[in-house]
């Protein structure tokens, strides 16, 4: 398709048709709900703000059978939420093969001395055998955390992060954890996180919230003097050095940062967060229920913000400031004012060369709705875009974003995926490391947009030039010139020999 291409409704739809009637009946049935075209109403212009524009059933059991591209609860919790707490052993509780798979995948950049005062991207299981499931594992539990003492001593408190098996048994994590805590004196946390509770990875994050709410805030009173100016900033995970570039441009319009969690998060930073003046939500899905509780509790109120792309930047900047007044909203201003000239010779550069080209979403987190608008100041158009494990909020949210005709999907599966990419054949694809070389392999440039395919940081001024440039080298490499066989190019007519 030509680069001047429009999302069009009637196209997207005949496409979700199609896609259909590879499925049984009775699937298709069921899927459908799941697939959509967006209607270009934004939903908080309708009667109910909480509907969306697009309406997508989401938030359900995936097939049975099926591949799909989620994970579970305890990747929500372990994974997400508490792995990237760098001064905390995070035991994975259960046989090796969960921990080892979520073992430093999500690139969770931290400071500290590994293995010293920060434990990221190291592994921690009690190893399950067929006979810790036949006579229980409480035991070889609290030998784990024996060892751990021993070994690593400077660690500021331990989380135990359950399997599948531990569940099925009735492993009492809890006692364990109880025990353990009065004994050392230090933090311990059980995380009822079986990967089979809930639907996807989504009720793991909301366990993990859980686990802070009820085993980290108000058992400690930290020594910590309050400023007017303080703020959390919750749910940036520090992918590729994210949560810094976000910390510098807060602090450089005059606030401070008192937690960045989990990103290079301590434990002291979730204790004292109900002590801030704003709590700053980047991942809204997987960090909404513990900010709702500081704000219910604490009187701590939260807002979302986006930081990807200049114009987010700004709108977020100036709806920060605006929450604390004129001081900061005058800095504010001066700072978006000294980064435009930059943010100028970005589009100047990489405008030319991916304006008018397509990009298809299917991420998790935020990344569906929140990276929009950054592909939109490059002049790109986001003609697709889907939530691994989102809810209908999510879908509500991305209603701000998305244009009319944009092809909206949840939790596709394999065959679902590559039938739209095939149909559409957009100009580039943004999902995940499972997707990533099936794609390439249709002749379609690709970005990881979990883990930016080892690149960032992409937040902040900074981190749109980065974001700018790695999407014009995936986008026009000379490779994909080299993508059709040399026997299956059209050849040019022979020259006509002069007379």
Partial sequence: MSANYENDSAF???VIEDVLSGHHDRTAKRRNKHLNVATGEDASSLGNSSTPRSDVKSNVKSIPGVMTIRGCAYAGSKGVVWGPIKDMVHISHGPVGCGQYSWSQRRNYYMGQTGIDTFVTMQFTSDFQEKDIVFGGDKKLEKVIDEIEELFPLNNGVTIQSECPIGL?????????RKKAAEYKKTIVPVRCEGFRGVSQSLGHHIANDAI?????????????PGAFDVNVIGDYNIGGDA????????EVGLRVIGNWSGDATLAEIERAPKAKLNLIHCYRSM?????????KYDVP?????????????????????????????????????????????TDRYGPRLNGKRVMLYVGGLRPRHVITAYEDLGMQVVGTGYEFGHGDDYQRTSHYTKKGTLIYDDLNGYELEKFIDAIRPDLVGSGIKEKYTVQKMGIPFRQMHSWDYSGPYHGYDG?????????????????????????????PSAVAAE
């Fill in 169 to 177: 048994i009735g492993d009492d994590i809890e006692a364990v954890s």
């Fill in 464 to 492: 749109f030039a980065i974001f700018a440039r790695d999407m014009d080298l995936a986008i026009n490499n000379p490779v994909w010139g080299l993508y059709e066989a040399p026997w299956k190019k059209a050849t040019a």
């Fill in 12 to 14: 997207h739809a005949k």
């Fill in 213 to 225: 709410r009820d085993w980290i805030f108000d058992k400690k009173n930290p020594d910590f003097t």
């Fill in 288 to 296: 909404n229920y513990i900010s709702r509780h500081m704000e219910e």
């Fill in 244 to 251: 810094w570039a976000s910390r510098l441009l807060l602090e």
């Fill in 302 to 346: 939260w807002m979302e913000y986006n930081f990807f792309g200049p114009t987010q930047i700004a709108t977020s900047l100036r709806a920060i400031a605006k929450h604390f007044g004129p001081q900061i909203e005058d800095t504010t201003e001066k700072v978006i004012a000294k980064h435009q000239p930059f943010i100028d010779a970005v």
